[in-house]
């Protein structure tokens, strides 16, 4: 069954650095997002892209995050220089319009020291 | 805003006993409703959606009825077993290609 994958699956970086988290949605599918989960609290929808734009946004994806699919297969999530509270799991899903059901990946956990 | 809320946990039961996990949601319009589990060290799972009121999503066991006149979307499940260890997310999202807008999750605990 094809499903979301997610680079890395642990990614430790110093505050102030650049991160970029790695995404590889569903082959056919044309809806991407990234959500994230802060230890301990609910999952909290970041940015949502299709057609190469971002569709929506939240109030979370400020400047220092973008977002990218620069080939047929990745989606990325760069986050321009990590703060300690940018430290969550990231979770990537994907959604085809056969069942506009969204398939999460299994996520990268990000820790800012 | 429009919100999702469910039930705080932990919640803890024996095997076999009867499961609710109470969902309510406040929104304008009628949105999708999905339940997410999340097994220990993986990502989130779609366990059961429904998509309009009196709708009744249900897979593995777990049930869930769409009731519009109580904005509420609880799950059941008759005879939980311990592999049902896991946090449970109850979720809306309101077109087909929007967000999904998540409850704070409850972490539920089966024992032997």
């Known amino acids: 069954e094809p499903e979301v994958t997610q680079t890395p699956s642990h990614q430790v970086t110093q505050m102030g650095q650049e991160v970029i988290l790695r995404c590889v949605p569903i082959s056919n599918h044309l809806y991407f997002y990234w959500y994230r989960q802060i230890l301990g609290q609910k999952v909290e929808f970041l940015v949502s892209?299709?057609?190469?734009?971002?569709?929506?946004k939240s109030e979370i994806f400020d400047d220092q995050f973008s977002v990218e699919r620069p080939d047929g297969s990745n989606f990325t999530l760069k986050i321009r220089s990590t703060k300690l509270e940018d430290s969550a799991m990231y979770f990537c899903a994907s959604m085809g319009t056969e069942s506009y059901e969204q398939y999460f990946g299994p996520g990268t956990r990000l820790t800012v020291t | 805003g429009d919100s999702v809320t469910q039930m705080e946990g932990p919640v803890t039961l024996s095997e076999e006993a009867f499961l609710t996990i109470n969902c309510t949601y406040t929104?304008?319009?009628?949105?999708?409703l999905f339940w997410y589990v999340q097994y220990p060290g993986e990502g989130l799972q779609l366990l059961l959606k429904a998509t309009k009121a009196d709708d009744k999503g249900s897979n593995k066991g777990f049930e869930a009825t769409y009731r519009k006149e109580t904005t509420s979307f609880h799950l059941e499940k008759g005879s939980v077993q311990v592999s049902d260890s896991a946090v449970y997310f109850c979720?809306?999202?309101?077109?087909?290609?929007?967000?999904?807008?998540f409850g704070s999750g409850t972490r539920l605990s089966i024992r032997p």
């Open positions: 892209f299709y057609n190469n734009e971002i569709s929506e």
């Open positions: 979720a809306r999202r309101y077109s087909s290609a929007s967000k999904i807008i």
């Open positions: 929104a304008t319009g009628y949105p999708s």
